[in-house]
């Protein structure tokens, strides 16, 4: 049995820093989200392959508590970066690392995938570290509502484990009609599709 200060310990919102793509970012984040004390090595490998204009205006799809999100929003300032999740204790740890990072141009909204982000919103580039048990069905819907939400030229960058590889690769070429492998690491494959209007 814990003792009570073990437990307010636990309780305590968990704090660290990471380097990511050249910017320092601050996070706190809790026990119950993914990956909690560190950024994960999916996040990671995704991050270093995005090209992200200052302009580009950016979602995060399944933020958690908000690493690829801000990361974004820091080598886009002059766009806006949506974080979304269907989790609200993810949505609200964004939210307050947006702040914390001093990050205006960072938002964050409780959806699960697209169906809270509004209908009108547009992006010029969509990123997501997809978990391994997705399911084709909800895959399915995402990568649908991801094409219908990118600017023509937009782009779709995710990571997802490697045994994933093939069944990504099928799906993108299906949706978008294109697939690039940006890179195979050991445990993650990064993929990128883009919008091209036929």
């Known amino acids: 049995m814990l ?3 073990q437990l307010a310990a636990l309780r305590t919102p968990i704090q660290f820093e990471a380097e990511l793509r050249g910017h ?3 996070f706190e984040s809790t026990w119950g989200l993914f990956s909690p ?19 580009a205006d950016c ?36 939210q307050r690392n947006a702040t914390l990072n001093h990050l205006a141009n ?14 009108k919103a547009r992006f010029d580039l969509i990123a997501s570290n997809i978990p391994a048990k997705v399911g084709k069905e909800l895959l399915s819907i995402l990568l649908h509502d991801a094409h219908a939400r990118l600017r ?18 099928r799906n993108l070429q299906e949706v978008f009609g294109n ?4 890179k195979q690491g050991a445990h993650y494959t990064v993929a990128l599709a883009e919008r091209t209007d036929r």
């Open 24 to 26: 320092r970012l601050r």
């Open 37 to 55: 004390r560190e950024i994960d090595e999916g996040t990671r490998l995704l991050l270093q392959h995005l090209k992200v204009e200052p302009t």
């Open 59 to 94: 979602l995060d799809l399944g933020c958690g508590y908000g690493p690829i999100g801000l990361t974004l929003a820091t080598l886009a300032p002059q766009g806006q970066t949506l974080m979304v999740d269907k989790d609200f204790v993810a949505v609200d740890y964004a």
């Open 3 to 5: 003792a009570p200060d």
């Open 179 to 182: 697939y690039d492998k940006l």
């Open 106 to 119: 960072a938002s964050s909204l409780l959806s699960n995938g697209f169906d809270q982000v509004p209908s």
């Open 152 to 169: 023509p030229g937009g782009q779709l960058y995710l990571v997802t484990i490697s045994g994933l590889r093939a069944f990504i690769k």
